[in-house]
């Protein structure tokens, strides 16, 4: 254990007398989940009525502040730096607190059921939020210096905004991906080209002695997997697309198109570790190519298709499936022929889409992964 997780309130108290003149320790331990460095305690400020969290340690704090400051808003707020009578730092900052918990919680509670494609859906917007924090961090190609890699990227060190919200007309339920995700703990974060200290070896790519946007990427590509699965994947079970596929198994979305899209973006993200093309920017350009840009119609279709049990079909099956979610998309009431038949040619654009495709069995249509 760390000697912050140690330090009992006096402790804290002896060491910061600007702390105990301004705030009041909540509690009698630290909040959170402990890990190697420091301890992050709730405090109240005295002097602003507000309640802030205060992370504590024996070890440098500043370089972590500095980098904070230095990138935009993916991260929490920190208000001010203090510095102890025997050398410990700490520093304020904003206090997530419900809705917002860590990713590991979050996983640790969450609920899959058999075939569940809105918990993929769910995933993938987690991923997106992700990526667009780690995206903005790393920095711009035409920005010089100051592209931080955040070198800790895993579940205990995600923040998310854990709060749904029914939208007509999408399979999208998240909050707006810009302001659903923070990246905290930037205590081993550094600029590119650093070297890698004090990281998560589990989370760490093997065999990457300096850090890039691949570091952090890697540990996406892990966290990914945990999401999906709730048990973090070894370093060897993401090492092609098969064994991917084999982890992703346990936890099926009922639709080959969004299994397929999830060994994909693994795959991408654990390569990143090696080939410096694959960034965070870019890979957020794949993800609305294939996901979220795509017209909303056809994934609340294949939704539709998923929860209806049907795996495979004929044409008129999977049209008859699909039907009461395009009727309440157009705001048909009465049914139709010529209604019927445009349903019936929604199944083929669902085909060219590659949300579902021909079985190799005459006049039949596939939607799940092993079906045919
Ligand atoms: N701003 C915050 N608000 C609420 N809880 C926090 C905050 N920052 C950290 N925590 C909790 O404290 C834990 C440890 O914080 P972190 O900065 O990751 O420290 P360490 O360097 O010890 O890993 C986090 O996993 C989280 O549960
Ligand atoms: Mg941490």
């Given at each position: 254990m760390n000697a912050a997780a140690r330090f009992k309130k006096d402790d804290i108290l002896a060491e910061f007398p600007e702390i105990d003149s301004r705030y009041t320790l909540i509690g009698d331990e630290a909040i959170g989940e402990i890990s190697g460095f420091g301890a992050v305690w709730r405090a109240q400020d005295n002097w602003i009525d507000s309640t802030v969290a205060i992370k504590f340690s024996e070890h440098k704090l500043s370089d972590e502040v500095r980098l904070c400051r230095e990138?935009?808003?993916?991260?929490a707020r920190v208000f001010d730096f203090y510095k102890g009578v025997n050398g410990w730092e700490a520093y304020t900052m904003e206090h997530l607190e419900k809705p917002w918990s860590t990713l590991s919680s979050f996983i640790e509670k969450r609920r899959y059921k058999k075939s569940d494609i809105q918990f993929y859906f769910e995933c993938f917007e987690i991923l997106r939020a992700i990526l667009h924090g780690l995206s903005s961090m790393h920095?711009?190609?035409?920005?010089?210096?100051?592209?931080?890699?955040?070198?800790?990227?895993k579940p205990g060190n995600i923040f998310l905004l854990n709060k749904r919200k029914k939208r007509p007309h999408t399979v999208f339920t998240m909050p707006?991906?810009?302001?659903?995700?923070k990246l905290i703990d930037l205590g081993v974060s550094t600029y590119r080209g650093g070297k890698p200290i004090g990281y998560t070896p589990a989370y760490r790519p093997p065999q990457m002695n300096s850090v890039g946007s691949g570091f952090d990427l890697y540990a996406v590509a892990i966290t990914f997997a945990e999401l999906i699965t709730k048990q973090r994947p070894m370093?060897?079970?993401?090492?092609?697309p098969a064994a991917i596929r084999r982890v992703l198994a346990t936890r099926s979305s009922g639709s080959f198109f969004m299994d397929e899209l999830a060994v994909e973006i693994i795959k991408r993200c654990k390569n990143a570790a090696t080939q410096s093309t694959h960034t965070a920017e870019k890979l957020i350009t794949y993800l609305d190519s294939k996901?979220?840009?795509?017209e909303h119609l056809g994934l609340m279709c294949l939704r539709e298709l998923v929860k209806s049990g049907v795996g495979s079909g004929t044409k008129d099956e999977l049209a008859e499936a699909i039907y009461p979610t395009i009727a309440k998309y157009w705001g048909w009431e009465r049914s139709s022929a010529k209604r019927k038949a445009m349903t019936n040619d929604f199944v083929d654009t669902l085909v060219e889409e590659g949300f579902v495709r021909k079985s190799t069995a005459p006049r039949r249509f596939v939607v799940a992964n092993g079906a045919s």
């Open positions: 990138i935009d808003g993916e991260t920095g711009k190609p035409y920005q010089r210096g100051s592209r931080v890699i955040h070198a800790d990227i707006a991906y810009v302001d659903m995700v370093h060897e079970n993401l090492k092609n996901l979220f840009d795509r």
